[in-house]
């Protein structure tokens, strides 16, 4: 059974940080390209930030420079550290495994970041 286990998200203080993790079981983990997406109300789900399995990285243009994704193929986790939070950063953070090659993708279950003062 496939599972991705994101940790807890919060509530922060603009220009605060947040590191998310997300613990994968039941796949091949380094085989994966993994990805953070979010989920604001009113709006579709976004692409985040990405790192292949050859950890290439990508981001949207919104968190360049702020967040920093990265991933321990040995501990099979992903993290996502957040710098300079902004109110815009408020959504349910999805962790995401991809495999092309195998046409299957996992997501979890979805963690809360809020920031406000």
């Known amino acids: 059974q496939v599972q991705l286990v994101e940790s807890r998200g919060g509530l922060v203080q603009p220009g605060g940080s947040l590191r998310l993790s997300c613990a994968a079981s039941?796949?091949?983990?380094?085989?994966?390209?993994m990805g953070w997406y979010r989920q604001a109300p009113g709006k579709q789900r976004e692409l985040v930030a990405s790192?292949?399995?050859?950890?290439?990285?990508s981001y949207a243009d919104s968190v360049k420079g702020r967040f920093t994704i990265s991933r321990d193929n040995a501990g099979n986790t992903v993290a996502l550290q957040m710098n300079s939070l902004k109110p815009e950063d408020t959504a349910v953070y999805y962790c995401?495994?991809?495999?092309?090659?195998?046409?299957?993708?996992?997501w979890g279950q979805g963690t809360q970041v809020t920031v406000s003062s």
């Open positions: 039941g796949i091949f983990f380094s085989a994966y390209n």
């Open positions: 995401n495994a991809k495999s092309e090659r195998l046409s299957r993708t996992y």
């Open positions: 790192i292949t399995s050859l950890r290439t990285t």
